[in-house]
Structure formats: C-alpha cells, structure tokens
C-alpha cells in the first residue's frame, strides 16, 4: 500500500509540536536501564529522521529502514551524524549486521495490517538482534480504539510560505482490526492562493497486548513490560499507544 509518498513534503509541518526529543529521551532511559552499554540501534520506520536526530545526539548509531523514497530523502537532508537510512521494507529487509536494539515508533508496526506481515517483522527483527538485544515498539491499542472510537480530526498547521489542513477521517473495520485512516490534505501556497489537495489511505492495525505476547512468544522473545508510551502508565481503556518492550530469547 503506498502512502508517505508527497504527503512526506509536509510531514515535518504537521508533526511540528510533536515533542521528539522527550520521546527520545523515554526510549533512551528504557533501553539503558535493561542494557547500559546499548550502542547500535535498528530503527524500523524511521521517517523524516526526527527520533535519529535525537538519539545520535544522545550518543547512538542509528540504521534506518523505512519504505517511503522521499521519507528517506527528508531524513537525509537533516545531515545526521551516525545515522544511515536505508529503503526498504520492514517485512523484507537484508542486513549484514545484528544490533544492541531495534525500535519502532510513533505506530510503525500497526501499519502491518495481517499476521503474515507481522510475523515477517518479527522474525527479521529477531535475526537483527544481538542476543538478549531489545525490541522495542509502540502501537494502536486495541481496548482505546474501541472506547475512543477514532474521530474525524482536523489540523491547521503554517510555515511561512504554505498553510496545511489535513482532514483525518476514519472507518473501523470491526472483523480485521483494521481502521482505515482517510487523510485529506489541502496546501495553500501563501503567495500565489494556489491550492493542492492529497490524499493518502492509511489502514492501521490495532492490538491486544496478549494478540502481541503470544505472537512475540512465538517467534523468539520474551515479554519484557508493556506500558503507555512516555507516560509508562499501565495501558487502560483510554491508552492510544502502548509500547511493548521484548527481548531476543
Ligand atoms: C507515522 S510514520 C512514523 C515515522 C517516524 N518513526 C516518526 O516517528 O516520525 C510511519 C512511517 O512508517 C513507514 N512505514 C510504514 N510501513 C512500512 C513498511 N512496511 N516498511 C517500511 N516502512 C514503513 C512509513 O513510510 C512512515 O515513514
């Protein structure tokens, strides 16, 4: 399914007051507090690069697999030292490399919408893995989407050349655990008026934390803890992301 194509361009914009470096600095704690000498870290879904940039700042070397050209292309031109994206997909990749830790966040993983694709991810997470190396995720979770239910959520964001209004609208599929995200994005061009529309689909696979645990069982890991992402709260009905954390048997 292709998405992050030209929706890439304004990524950064929209994510403009997401609080990077906070979420850097959780994962950082975590993945010291289990393993203090980690060092490499495979990062699935890296994007614009935005978690790379903190983490190199925090003394990592950072890989990068993600599937989006011009996510790459964003990632790359924050010129980040130790840091080296790669695009491919993070179903079917090919390193000759195992890592201290691999991380995947901001709900990388729900975009694997059916087992086939998960248990691929695992299984290659898992053969990148030094042993006892740690895996690290975060994803939609399974009792908040239900209880939320997901809105319609518009967001207005500017620099000062465009002004950006991305529609989210979305549709629950209750018998695959699947929402599919509509997103409508409009792009004024604050000189000419000039006005470009996209859209993207973005189907998002929601998960229980025992539908993960036997998965991550199954292929290899032991469950280290399950928490909300940056808060580590234990996850309730009203947790949209929780972060599991695994480690390689
Ligand atoms: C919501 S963005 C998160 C990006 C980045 N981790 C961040 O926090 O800003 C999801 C990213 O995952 C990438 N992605 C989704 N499915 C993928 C796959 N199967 N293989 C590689 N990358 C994938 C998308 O291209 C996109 O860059």
């Known amino acids: 399914m292709a998405n992050f194509l030209n929706y890439s361009k304004y990524y950064d914009l929209l994510y403009k007051d997401k609080n990077y470096k906070e979420e850097t600095n959780y994962i950082t704690q975590t993945l010291k507090e289990l ?4 060092k490499d870290i495979l990062e699935l ?3 614009s690069g935005s978690h790379a940039y903190f983490l190199s700042q925090n003394g990592f070397s950072i890989t990068g697999i993600e599937r989006s050209q011009s996510m790459v292309q964003e990632s790359l031109q924050k010129e980040i030292p130790n840091f080296e994206p790669i695009q491919a997909d993070i179903t079917d990749f090919e390193l000759n490399q195992q890592f201290d830790a691999v991380i995947s966040i901001f709900h990388v993983i729900s975009y694997l919408t059916n087992n086939d694709s998960l248990i691929d991810c695992l299984q290659l997470v898992h053969k990148h893995l030094k042993p006892k ?3 690290l995720f975060d994803f939609w979770y399974t009792p908040a989407v ?3 239910k997901p809105e319609t959520r518009i967001r207005r964001l500017e620099d000062e050349s465009i002004s950006v209004v991305r529609i989210a609208e979305s549709t629950i599929h209750t018998q695959t655990n699947v929402v599919d995200v509509n997103f409508e994005v409009h792009i004024q061009d604050k000189q000419t008026l000039q006005t470009q529309v996209l859209k993207e689909l973005h ?3 929601h998960f229980s934390i025992p539908e993960l645990e036997l998965l991550a069982r199954l292929t290899g890991f032991e469950i280290v803890k399950s928490e909300e992402f940056l808060t580590k709260s234990k996850p309730s009905d009203t947790t949209w992301g929780v972060c599991l954390i695994l480690r390689k048997k």
């Open 35 to 38: 393993n203090p000498s980690v």
């Open 45 to 47: 879904g890296s994007g």
């Open 133 to 135: 190396g740690i895996f």
């Open 146 to 148: 239900y209880s939320l």
């Open 203 to 205: 189907p998002m696979r």
